[in-house]
């Protein structure tokens, strides 16, 4: 080989070794061979409805309806829950630490067979993992008695690599769980980025929202903290999940309570996109009948056109559903 064309080879290696390094933390969706979308549906009172029919909810792509081929039921079905746990020194201060073990307990309380849980601790500019997937308790509250809070807060940072991670868990619904007492002052990432990377994403994330008690009953908030809960609440609504404040454990061992609610009445609607139309963010909708009150599903996905029905197959289902 020449001199010549080794310096080029060598050259190509590295800039593509770089390229790999620059790539956006989440990329789940970029290449999707297949959208799986996990909802729940809230009837009254915002309790989950189990008794969902196929022939009750229509899947709209960008505003058309498109043809599923999957409609199931995943009541009781185990969960995959990555744990993404707030270690900065701010942690440390009213027992917002002792609050995110408590919480972190009822998750684990409410365990059922299969499910398995991984532990990340995210402070400064890292997120370490402390714990695999694993379906043994002890590990994970093992590991949260080793956590002493010190630095800054590095949240963004860390939540965008999550999906990627929460994909080594072994079942098929997955949930990101996060603690955190607030305001990013660490990332990297800027807060006009995150919410686009998380685009599309199919694990539902679940902030929970950690507070002083004192400062929460006083209501004092700063517009910066303020911009981050409206973020928080903008990436649970992408993704499907939920934002929750609490400042006592009571309160947050009930929004766990209500996550691990949602997570076993979730269903699961899909289609595989036709490879057609350039790769971009699809919007996705979930039209319903009039017993439905709201439902949670992820924004959309990024990818290719979706399986749209012919113009004869949709006047027929409209005219079925006018009759019913």
Known sequence: MSRRLLLMVLFLAASLAAAAQQAPPVSETVSVGYVMIPFTVLGEKALPLTDVRSDEVSLLVDGVPVRSDMFEKS???PVSFTILIDGSGSMALAGKMDSARAAIGALLAHRRPDDDFSLWLFAESEARELV??????????DALATIKPYGKTAFFDALAKMPERSREGRNASRAIVLLSDGIDNASQLKRADLAHLLEGV?????????????????????????????????????????LTLGSRPQELAQAVAGLEKDLRSQYLIGFSPTGKGAVKYRKITLKLTGRIRSVRVRAGYLGTEPPVPSAAVREKSKRERKGK
């Open 132 to 141: 695999p997937f694993t379906d043994q308790p002890k590990k994970i509250t």
């Open 75 to 77: 009541e009781n079905a």
């Open 202 to 242: 199919s694990v539902p994330i679940y902030p929970l929202g950690l507070r002083d008690p004192i400062e929460a009953a006083r209501g004092a908030k700063s517009s910066e903290e303020l911009s981050d809960v409206d973020l928080l609440r903008e990436v649970a609504l992408l993704t499907g999940g939920k």
